[in-house]
């Protein structure tokens, strides 16, 4: 699995970002693969407070990283327009019993227009079954996702 996420971070990323976001980072797994493979700022917030104290050692001082405790229904400390490419992995099924379009809605403001939002999940059931894994959501001014002015493509396995 990691491979192919892997795989879809090199696809999906844009190639010279200025920053990019990943909401609910936890540990900062994948910051540390997005870092890998862009050079860049990169940008994690998590809920979770102890996540968030792991992440700090994994990246101890690290000037490229920024880490904020936050939830991703009201991310008010990032500005709008503001990250090339924004990634969320496994966190919305923490949201299908409370509301998932706040965080969408998040995503969507902090991303720069023509910026690309990826989510990857498995929900099959609920109100997220539109987040079948893994889901890529892109900016798409005509499409259109429950109402949310998003463009959904999808791939499986
Ligand atoms: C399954 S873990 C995935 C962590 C990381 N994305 C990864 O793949 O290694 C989900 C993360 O989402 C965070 N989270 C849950 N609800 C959140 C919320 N409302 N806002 C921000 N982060 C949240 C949790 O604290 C946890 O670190």
């Known amino acids: 699995m990691d491979k192919y996420i892997c795989e879809l971070l090199q696809k999906w990323c844009p190639e010279q970002p200025e920053?990019?976001?990943?909401?609910?980072c936890g540990a900062g797994y994948w910051?540390?693969?997005?870092l890998k493979i862009r050079k860049t700022i990169v940008v994690g917030v998590d809920i979770?407070?102890?996540?968030l104290a792991v992440a700090e050692r994994r990246f101890s001082g690290d000037p490229r990283v920024r880490l904020y405790e936050g939830d991703i229904r009201n991310m008010d400390f990032l500005e709008n327009d503001r990250f090339d490419f924004t990634?969320?992995?496994?966190?919305?099924?923490?949201l299908v019993r409370v509301n998932f379009r706040e965080?969408?809605?998040e995503l969507k403001r902090v991303t720069k227009p023509g910026g690309?939002?990826?989510l990857t999940e498995n929900i099959p059931h609920g109100d997220a079954q539109a987040f079948t894994f893994p889901t890529y959501v892109q900016e798409g001014p005509k499409a259109?996702?429950?109402?949310?002015?998003l463009h959904i493509e999808r791939e499986r396995y």
């Open 19 to 24: 920053e990019i976001l990943e909401v609910g």
């Open 31 to 34: 910051l540390e693969y997005l």
């Open 144 to 149: 259109t996702m429950h109402g949310q002015n």
């Open 48 to 51: 979770s407070p102890d996540m």
């Open 87 to 94: 990634f969320c992995a496994w966190i919305f099924q923490y």
């Open 116 to 118: 690309v939002i990826m």
């Open 103 to 105: 965080g969408l809605r």
